[in-house]
């Protein structure tokens, strides 16, 4: 089984009939009337499922993006062509809205607890992986701790997220095992940035990731989740 970072103290409690582990760290998780599946949905407004992926993702509006936003001005960067600003993310209006929900759930007190029941469950572990940001990126710190306790809450999923945020590197020495943070390099045929342990690029030739070759989906790959792929290359599409 994956191992995650060992917490000070956990404890375990009970979630239709299964036995979760929770860490009594950053957020507290209450002592009683535990959190039950129906309660915590509602908290989170919903999880997305990317047709190419093998498990969930969570999804926040590609518009809020922080360093994103500037280099979708830029031509030849992997943003000005941002997929997650187009196709079904931009056809259905329903889809920016649950966005925008998620993006301001983040701020609930309640969030970290309520997505660790959801990922817990047995209908999203059982895949035994998860994204984050299948659109979107990390908002602000407290907003990559709240990511940090979740992946610790969620110790059996292996987590993969993306990012541009480039000043998460100085917070990599507190992230939890189980989760691979990938630098997302910033413009086409970019060079891997060779002081983070796990990165993505975007080239013409040479591509790493099957998914083009095996019709558009991961299927049985999990480069992107493993910590002994130092880089994957992505086909510009």
């Known amino acids: 089984s994956l191992q995650a970072d060992k917490p000070a103290s956990s404890q375990a409690f009970k979630l239709d009939n ?4 929770i860490t009594m760290g950053l957020y507290k998780i ?3 009337g535990y959190m039950n599946i129906k309660e915590a949905k509602k908290i989170i407004v919903s999880l997305s499922k990317p047709d190419k992926m093998p498990g969930f993702a969570y999804g926040i509006p590609a518009a809020e993006c922080k360093t994103g936003a500037k280099l979708r001005l830029i031509p030849n960067s992997v943003c000005a062509g941002c997929y997650a600003l187009k196709g079904n993310y931009a056809r259905f209006p329903a889809i920016v809205q649950a966005q925008y929900k998620r993006l301001e759930s983040i701020k609930d007190p309640r969030w970290v607890e309520a997505m660790a029941v959801v990922i817990n ?8 992986v998860f994204r984050w940001h299948d659109a979107g990126d990390v908002q602000d710190e407290e907003h990559l701790e709240k990511i940090f306790e979740v992946c610790r809450l969620t110790p059996e999923i292996q987590h993969w997220m993306p990012t541009r945020e480039a ?3 100085n917070h990599l020495d507190k992230c939890p095992k189980n989760l691979i943070i990938r630098l997302s390099m910033t413009m086409i045929d970019q060079a891997a940035a060779g002081s983070w342990p796990h990165t993505s690029t975007v080239v013409t030739e040479g591509k790493t990731c099957p998914a083009p070759d095996q019709g558009g989906k991961c299927l049985d790959c999990r480069q992107c989740w493993s910590s002994g792929v130092s880089n994957i290359a992505y086909g510009k599409h």
Do not use: R, T
Not at 18 to 21: K, Q
Not at 121 to 128: I, M, Q, R, T
């Open 18 to 21: 299964e036995s979760i582990p």
């Open 121 to 128: 469950s047995e209908a999203v572990s059982k895949h035994k």
């Open 167 to 169: 000043w998460i590197k």
């Open 30 to 32: 209450k002592q009683k």
